[in-house]
Nanobody, 120 residues
Framework: QVQLVESGGGLVQAGGSLRLSCVAS????????MGWFRQAPGQERDFLGG?????????YTDSALGRFTVSRDIDSNPIVYLQLNNLQPEDTAVYSC????????????WGQGTQVTVSS
């Protein structure tokens, strides 16, 4: 069974940092991309950054550049990380890992997410 499991969320004060992890398990050979998203209460899920698994090239949205960094390990099944720096209360959200699999042109598989709460 294919799974994405996120960890590393929690409560942090404004200006602090967190490192989130996402471990993929199962048959991921048809996966093309893995990335990070976040969803604040009452808002849509927003893409932050991710990787093409074939060549490891990272890509980001403009809003994530400078404060958020994605990285990865692919020794066995893929693991992707999201480094969050200088967190602010508006960064409070559920952060989720996603994958684009097979012939899909969009991200189509998700983990359950990890809560990040930033206090002022």
């Amino acid at each position: 069974q294919v799974q994405l499991v996120e960890s590393g969320g929690g409560l942090v004060q404004a200006g602090g940092s967190l490192r989130l992890s996402c471990v993929a398990s199962g048959d991921t050979v048809t996966w093309n991309n893995m990335g990070w998203f976040r969803q604040a209460p009452g808002q849509e899920r927003d893409f932050l950054g991710g990787f093409r698994l074939r060549d490891g090239a990272p890509y980001y949205t403009d809003s994530a550049l400078g404060r958020f960094t994605v990285s990865r390990d692919i020794d066995s099944n893929p693991i992707v990380y999201l480094q969050l720096n200088n967190l602010q209360p508006e960064d409070t959200a559920v952060y989720s890992c996603g994958a684009r699999t097979g012939r899909s042109t969009i991200y189509n598989f998700w983990g359950q997410g990890t809560q990040v709460t930033v206090s002022s």
